[in-house]
Every structure is written in structure tokens, then in C-alpha cells.
T-cell receptor, first 113, second 113 residues
């Protein structure tokens, strides 16, 4: 079936604006992960959902970052009052519960001017 | 927490030759080691994975080895082709449970004509 879908693919925002990034996981995958990938680096974990429950948000860098998955399917990562250091690729991954591997989307490239 | 070190950061090999990428991990409880390939503008794509109850796994031109005692694992690509040019990430996580993947910093592989 279809893979993990993320939108938008590119987002440019001015410093201080709020942004919202969307992730559509693979159908039937109840586990959903968000990662942040800085230029030239490996992805770093942000947060994890099982269905609608956010079970781990230890990787969120500040309280400006907020994620939700209200119906246990689509997830949104929101960043408030964006700063230049938020510029990165934001990746979403999904998997069946307790089963590896995680399958990644192509990410949203966020640029903060 | 887990830390994954990867080297080299850049690797250039002649087309047809072999490429080897090496990684170490710190958490002896990690028992799942995926390798991801990332092309420009795309998300990480799983190319092979190995679980800690196995020392070696091969899939066509790609092989991975794992030394649990030394906490080392390696990716071997034989008969390299131009389409192998990409960034490769090693990673560590856990089987049979939802958990974050800890990535290395990546190896940029160039296949020279």
C-alpha cells in the first residue's frame, strides 16, 4: 500500500511565525514517531504516539514544540514562535505496534528566515 | 542512553569495488540494528537490518555483520554501482517494542565511474 505521506514537502516561515506539519502514516500502523534531521546529521527522535496516546515526548527540544494525533491516525507537529535553529527536515515514521522496522516518509524541509 | 558512532563520514570507491561502513553502539541492551539509505530530498529507506541473535545477514550485494561482545556492526556493499551513491545511516533500537531509533551521523558514499 501507500507509504508514509508528509505535507507540505517544503515550508518557509519567518522567525516568530507558527507552523504545522502533517503526517499520514501507513494504514494500520498504530505507532507513529517524529524525528528532526539537521543538515548533515542523522535523524534525532522527537516524540512517539501509540494510537492517539503520546507515550514519549522526551525529544521535544522546547515547549514551543507540540504534537498531536487526536484520532489515532494523522498526526500534526506544531512549532510555535519559530526560531532559526528550528530549520531542519522533520521526518515522520510509522510501524505496527512493537514491531520493527519503522517506515519513514520523505519529510518536510522547514526553513526559518 | 544509547550512542551510535559511525565512520567514515565520507567514502569514495571505484565502481565495482566494495564499500565498508563501521558502527559502534554503547547500550548492550540494544538488540535491533537497521541500516537506512537516504537519497537527496528523500526520507531514510531501510535496506537491511540485523537482530542480535544473528551474527551476519546477507541480501544480494549487501551484508551486515554484528559483534555483540565488541558492540560493533558493519555494512558491506559489494560490486558497487552508481545507484549506490547516497548517505547511509546505521542505527540501534530494540526488537518487539516501540522505541526510538538512535542513528549514527551518516556516511556519504560516492561511487566513482
Amino acid at each position: 500500500g501507500a507509504g508514509v505521506s508528509q505535507s507540505p514537502r517544503y515550508k518557509v516561515a519567518k522567525r516568530g511565525q507558527d507552523v504545522a506539519l502533517r503526517c499520514d502514516p501507513i494504514s494500520g500502523h498504530v505507532s507513529l514517531f517524529w524525528y528532526q534531521q539537521a543538515l548533515g546529521q542523522g535523524p534525532e527522535f522527537l516524540t512517539y504516539f501509540q494510537n492517539e496516546a503520546q507515550l514519549d515526548k522526551s525529544g521535544l527540544p522546547s515547549d514551543r514544540f507540540f504534537a498531536e494525533r487526536p484520532e489515532g491516525s494523522v498526526s500534526t507537529l506544531k512549532i510555535q514562535r519559530t526560531q532559526q535553529e528550528d530549520s531542519a527536515v522533520y521526518l515522520c515514521a510509522s510501524s505496527r505496534p512493537g514491531v520493527q522496522p519503522q517506515h519513514f516518509g520523505d519529510g518536510t524541509r522547514l526553513s526559518i528566515l | 542512553g544509547e550512542n551510535v558512532e559511525q565512520h567514515p563520514s565520507t567514502l569514495s570507491v571505484q565502481e565495482g569495488d566494495s564499500a565498508v561502513i563501521k558502527c559502534t553502539y554503547s547500550d548492550s541492551a540494544s538488540n535491533y540494528f537497521p541500516w537506512y539509505k537516504q537519497e537527496l530530498g528523500k526520507g531514510p529507506q531501510l535496506i537491511i537490518d540485523i537482530r542480535s541473535n544473528v551474527g551476519e545477514k546477507k541480501d544480494q550485494r549487501i551484508a551486515v555483520t554484528l559483534n555483540k561482545t565488541a558492540k560493533h556492526f558493519s555494512l558491506h556493499i559489494t560490486e558497487t554501482q552508481p545507484e549506490d551513491s547516497a548517505v547511509y545511516f546505521c542505527a540501534a533500537s530494540y526488537m518487539n517494542r516501540d522505541d526510538k531509533i538512535i542513528f549514527g551521523k551518516g556516511t556519504r558514499l560516492h561511487i566513482l565511474p
